[in-house]
């Protein structure tokens, strides 16, 4: 759910729930430049998030909704495109963050 909904106006008919396949786009490069750097941000940043959530319900911590872990992941990308777009010296970081605000 959390995948699917970080990337469905990304991938469009390309989302695929299955993990395995999902790997074997994203490494295949079929989408633009950016939007297969977004993909990748929002597939790494989906893990991580996924994997915190695992270990905090290991562990005894009251768990996070779906939306409350999507928003968290949304934000994060933001902020790490906003670093980029600052310390990039042509305009990539810029196109990067504006393609992450039509899609999300």
Request: hydrophobic share 40%; charged share 25%; with cysteine.
């Amino acid at each position: 759910m959390i995948w699917s909904t970080l990337t469905e106006k990304l991938l469009g008919s390309r989302l695929n729930p299955d993990w395995t396949r999902t790997l074997n786009s994203l490494m295949r490069n079929r989408l633009n430049k950016h939007d297969a750097m977004l993909a990748k941000l929002a597939f790494q940043a989906a893990v991580y998030w996924i994997w915190r959530e695992r270990n905090g319900r290991r562990h005894q911590r009251p768990p996070n909704s779906i939306q409350s872990m999507t928003h968290t992941i949304r934000v994060e990308i933001h902020n790490c495109l906003l670093a980029l777009r600052r310390n990039s010296n042509d305009d990539e970081g810029e196109k990067l963050l504006l393609r992450w605000t039509e899609v999300t």
